[in-house]
Nanobody
Framework: QVQLVESGGGSVQAGGSLRLSCAAP????????MGWYRQAPGKQRDLVAAISVGGSTNYADSVKGRFTVSRDNAKNTIYLQMTSLKPEDTAVYYC?????????WGQGTQVTVSS
């Protein structure tokens, strides 16, 4: 089983920023759409941002204008720059392919935003 490794989470106050990173195996990274998902307590896991191999991006309405997804194909890494964070952004954040593959779910990284 191959897990993706997320990092960069933490606790911030509303209005703050965080940058998440996710390292992926090179065997998949260069040929698939990658995405960031999040799961808040008691809620389903949702896709919040996606990026194609060529760099085209899509965002959930709830994060549009505040989050920016990017990828470094040389490092097999994707990033999620989060700004203007809100308490409702509190969740565990995961990266995976789009659509997601079960074998790639990692431990995620916790983001907590306090008001």
């Amino acid at each position: 089983q191959v897990q993706l490794v997320e990092s960069g989470g933490g606790s911030v106050q509303a209005g703050g920023s965080l940058r998440l990173s996710c390292a992926a195996p090179g065997t998949i990274f260069k040929i698939v759409v990658m995405g960031w998902y999040r799961q808040a307590p008691g809620k389903q896991r949702d896709l919040v941002a996606a990026i194609s191999v060529g760099g085209s991006t899509n965002y959930a309405d709830s994060v549009k204008g505040r989050f920016t997804v990017s990828r470094d194909n040389a490092k097999n890494t994707i990033y999620l720059q989060m700004t203007s964070l809100k308490p409702e952004d509190t969740a565990v954040y995961y990266c995976n392919t789009v659509p997601p593959r079960e074998i790639y779910w990692g431990q995620g990284t916790q983001v907590t935003v306090s008001s």
